[in-house]
């Protein structure tokens, strides 16, 4: 078949893929908040789709992004499904240390900066702005795959610089995605709280 006709017609559809795209994307995020691990796979095969739209509309570093995000969710693929004791599956929900967030935002920093440069040379429709939500959306995946408290703080923060980057983008679709997460990550941390106070009461009551 022809590779042009094919471009074609996923110009002509875009707006529709967006949709879907943006349908399955929350999907996912609701299989995380409940703590599902059919959220890794899913995630992946909306990552190759969310590829290929960001390079159509020149967000670089958000290609970056999707392509660390599918070998990542292969990790914390298997570290919710055998992270926890004697390789099971990882049910505890922790806290970051304060070396661990230490380390966490040094890596935004050089990742921000170094991505900043790469995307100013290839001429991307927008550097910084999709650089630093390339970079806090890596921390929000390690964050996610070892089950830390503060995974969903943060994403609201990426899912909050989503929705301006792609409104200022026109994609409508895109924005509103984010800002249905953006609710969700408030509800999903709820959750999370939920289960880390039972974990903590439940430890104390087992104490001498």
Known sequence: MDITYLKELYITHLKEIQKYSALVSVLTFYLGAKQRQA????????????????YHERLFGSCLQNIIYVLVSLHGWYTW????QHKRELTTITRTSAQEALLLLLGVGLYTAV??????YMQASFTL???VRSALTMVGLWLTSYKKLETYPLWM???????LLFYQKDMGW????YAVLLGGS???YWMWWQ????QQQAAGSTRP
């Open 81 to 84: 499904r055998y992270g926890g």
């Open 186 to 188: 408030v509800y999903s």
């Open 195 to 198: 289960q880390y106070q039972a």
């Open 39 to 54: 959220t890794w796979p899913v995630s992946m095969g909306i990552s190759a789709v969310n590829l290929l739209i960001y």
């Open 157 to 163: 923060v990426v899912n909050a610089v989503s929705i």
């Open 174 to 177: 895109f924005a509103l995605k």
């Open 129 to 131: 702005l999709d650089a």
């Open 115 to 120: 991505l900043n440069i790469i995307l100013v």
